[in-house]
């Protein structure tokens, strides 16, 4: 029984010295899926939202990427399933953010040069459905991007903007709830196979921004 005792101490003795060694390497199998999803449903702020430009009656002044292309929302055809966060109150000071589920279905029209998506949330007590028209201007480079909802039953202004090394930042002027804004779409597509959504609303003129929603899609197999 002695014997066995100390084996099994020197077994755990053994485990915990390889436990802590993984942990030292930082072995990716050891990592927490949970983490990683937190890490992709909060902006990176490595990322810049680009400096902005008006002309002499105060509207953007927004011009195309050198690359911006008519295919740069190839990659979002077909169906996603999506994990969401949305702070509960905007430009309040607000930190309570909200998780929920969505899905949306692409496909394009217009021979490429426009696509259009349907949203659903999967959660709350009243059904919530969007819809997201997006169309490239083949003379300026630009892509404006519409949305209507379910709540409103009416297009929002467009955004505005391009993709730059496979980031895409669209603006427009906007009010919410009665106070002037701008705000910015940003679309993080550097991994394809999921890519990232978010939402920042600026009271100050693009000095500072407050983001208040992001997704990360997953494409249903």
């Not at 929302?73 to 000071?93: A, E, H, I, M, Y």
């Not at 953010?97 to 279905?105: D, G, R, T, Y």
């Not at 949330?121 to 519409?146: C, H, M, Q």
């Not at 983001?211 to 899609?217: A, D, G, K, P, Q």
Request: no cysteine.
């Amino acid at each position: 029984m002695a014997s066995s005792v100390n084996l099994s101490r020197q077994f755990r003795g053994a485990r915990s010295w390889v436990i802590g060694l993984l942990l030292l390497v930082g072995v990716p199998a050891l990592a927490d899926p949970a983490s990683a999803l937190d890490r992709e449903l909060t902006p990176d702020a490595s990322l810049p939202i680009p400096r902005l430009s008006f002309d002499g009656a105060g509207a953007l002044a927004i011009r195309a990427s050198a690359t911006s292309s008519e295919h740069d929302f190839d990659f979002l055809v077909g169906n996603w399933n999506l994990k969401n966060r949305k702070l509960k109150s905007r430009l309040t000071q607000s930190h309570e953010w909200i998780a929920f589920e969505s899905k949306v279905e692409m496909q394009q029209i217009l021979n490429g040069v426009g696509n259009i998506d349907k949203y659903a949330e999967l959660t709350g007590d009243k059904p919530y459905e969007g819809v997201a028209l997006r169309l490239f201007n083949t003379k300026t480079k630009l892509w404006s991007i519409y949305w209507a909802d379910s709540n409103s039953g009416a297009l929002d202004p467009p955004v505005v903007g391009s993709f730059e090394n496979k980031v895409g930042h669209f603006f427009a002027r906007d009010t919410y709830k009665g106070q002037n804004i701008i705000v910015v779409f940003r679309w993080d597509v550097r991994n394809a196979e999921r890519p990232i959504w978010s939402q920042a609303f600026s009271t100050d003129e693009g000095r500072t921004w407050e983001w208040n929603s992001i997704n990360v899609s997953e494409r249903v197999r």
